[in-house]
C-alpha cells in the first residue's frame, strides 16, 4: 500500500487512541494501575521507601508524610507487598497527565486516600547554559 492511500485512509478513520483524561481509559485486567496510601495505618517504618527499586518513594516522619515521584514509580508492587501494616493497595487507575513531573504526597491529616500534588521542575539536561 503505498504511503497516499495509507494517508487518506487514515484521514477519514477514527483515530486508535482514547481522549484520556477526557475520557475513561481502558484498564486491562491484570493492570496493577498505581499505589495508594491509606494514611490511618502507616507506623511510618520505612520498609516501603526502602524497598522501591526506583527510589520513587520518600517518608518525614516528623511531617508524618509519604511522597511518590509518580514519573519515577513503576507499579511493581514491592512496596505493597513489605508493608507490614497493609497502608500501601494497587488501584486500578492512572495518574492524570501532566505537563511537568509531579509527586503525590500522602499525609496524615489528609481524608483517606487523598493527596496533594506537588510540580517537580523539569528537567532540562542544562545547568546555566552549561552541559
Known amino acids: ?5 495509507s494517508s487518506l485512509k487514515n484521514l477519514f478513520r477514527r483515530p486508535f487512541t482514547t481522549r484520556y483524561p477526557h475520557a475513561p481509559a481502558d484498564i486491562p485486567p ?3 494501575g498505581r499505589v495508594m496510601w491509606d494514611m490511618e495505618k502507616c507506623i511510618f517504618c520505612r520498609r516501603c521507601e526502602r ?3 526506583t527510589s ?3 517518608t518525614n516522619k516528623e511531617a508524618k508524610t509519604q511522597r511518590v515521584v509518580r514519573n519515577r514509580c513503576i507499579a ?3 512496596c505493597v507487598e513489605v508493608c507490614p501494616t497493609q497502608t500501601l493497595s494497587m488501584v ?3 495518574s492524570k497527565p501532566d505537563v511537568a513531573p509531579v509527586a ?3 499525609a496524615v491529616d489528609l481524608p483517606r486516600h487523598e493527596f496533594r500534588v506537588e510540580h517537580l521542575p523539569r528537567y532540562g539536561g542544562k545547568k546555566d547554559g552549561v552541559q
Open 92 to 94: 486500578p487507575e492512572y
Open 30 to 32: 491484570g493492570n496493577r
Open 51 to 53: 524497598s522501591c527499586p
Open 104 to 106: 503525590h504526597v500522602f
Open 76 to 78: 511493581c508492587n514491592v
Open 56 to 58: 520513587a518513594i520518600t
Open 1 to 5: 500500500m503505498s504511503m497516499l492511500t
